[in-house]
C-alpha cells in the first residue's frame, strides 16, 4: 500500500483559480516533500515542509501539514496554463530507513 | 539550481539486447543517486540506491544481474538493463540529493529515459 497518496487523481480548472491537492500518509514523517512532473520528463522540486512545521510558502505554492490528521495539502494560487503537470508528494519515514517514498501524484490541468 | 543530465531520453531495442543509461550531476558531486522506474500514470518505485566507489543496494524484488548499476566516479552513475525483454519497457528516472542537504531531501532528477523493447 501507499505511504503517500494523493487527492483528487485529477484536477481541472481554469486559468487564475487556484489549486488545491491533497496528500494523506500512514505513518510518522521526518519531512514530507512535493514535486511535480511535465509529461515525460523528470521530477522537480517544488517545497519541503518538516514535521515540526505547519505552513511554508514559495512564491505562489502554499503547502500545509497536518502531523495529527497525517496529511499534507499544496496549494497553487492564480493558476497559469504552464502549471499544467502532475504533482506528487513524496515523505520521508522517520526511522533509520529513510527513503523517500512517492505518491501516485495528481494530474493537474489548468485551462487557458 | 543543480542539474541532472540522463541520456539517453528515448530508446528502443530488440528483445535480448542491453540498454546503458547514463546518469550525470553536472555541476555537483553526488556520491549518492538512485534509480526509479515509473508506469504511465504510476508513483515513482525505487529500484536502487547508487554509490560512488561500492556496490549498489537494490530494493526487494529488483534483480540486481538483471539491473547493474555502476558508480565509479563522483559525478557519474550508469543503469544497464541486461537482455532486456518487452516487460523491462518503462520510463527510468535517475536523481541525487543536492550536496548540501540530506540523502532525502531535495532530489534533483534527470529528465528520465523511456525504454521500449520490442
Redesign the interface.
Known amino acids: 500500500s501507499?505511504q503517500g497518496e494523493e487527492d483528487p487523481q485529477a484536477l481541472s480548472i481554469q486559468e487564475g483559480e487556484n489549486a488545491t491537492m491533497n496528500c494523506s500518509y500512514k505513518t510518522s514523517i521526518n519531512?514530507l516533500?512535493w514535486?511535480r512532473q511535465n509529461s515525460?520528463?523528470?521530477?522537480?522540486?517544488l517545497i519541503?515542509i518538516r514535521s515540526n512545521e505547519r505552513e511554508k510558502h514559495s512564491g505562489r505554492l502554499r503547502v500545509t501539514l497536518d502531523t495529527s490528521k497525517k496529511s499534507s495539502s499544496l496549494l497553487i494560487t492564480a493558476s497559469r496554463a504552464a502549471d499544467t503537470a502532475s504533482y506528487?508528494c513524496a515523505t520521508?519515514v522517520t526511522g533509520a530507513n529513510?527513503?523517500?517514498?512517492?505518491?501516485?501524484?495528481i494530474?493537474l490541468s489548468v485551462r487557458p | 539550481g543543480a542539474v541532472v543530465s540522463q541520456h539517453p531520453s528515448r530508446v528502443i531495442c530488440k528483445s535480448g539486447t542491453s540498454v546503458k543509461i547514463e546518469c550525470r550531476s553536472l555541476d555537483f558531486q553526488a556520491t549518492t543517486m538512485f534509480w526509479y522506474r515509473q508506469f504511465p500514470k504510476q508513483s515513482l518505485m525505487l529500484m536502487a540506491t547508487s554509490n560512488e566507489g561500492s556496490k549498489a543496494t537494490y530494493e526487494q524484488g529488483v534483480e540486481k544481474d538483471k539491473f547493474l548499476i555502476n558508480h565509479a566516479s563522483l559525478t557519474l552513475s550508469t543503469l544497464t538493463v541486461t537482455s532486456a525483454h518487452p516487460e523491462d519497457s518503462s520510463f527510468y528516472i535517475c536523481s541525487a540529493p543536492w550536496q548540501g542537504s540530506s540523502l532525502n531531501e531535495k532530489l534533483f532528477f534527470g529528465s528520465g529515459t523511456q525504454l521500449s523493447v520490442l
Open positions: 501507499q519531512n516533500q514535486y515525460g520528463r523528470g521530477l522537480v522540486h519541503l506528487f520521508v529513510s527513503k523517500l517514498t512517492f505518491g501516485k501524484g494530474t
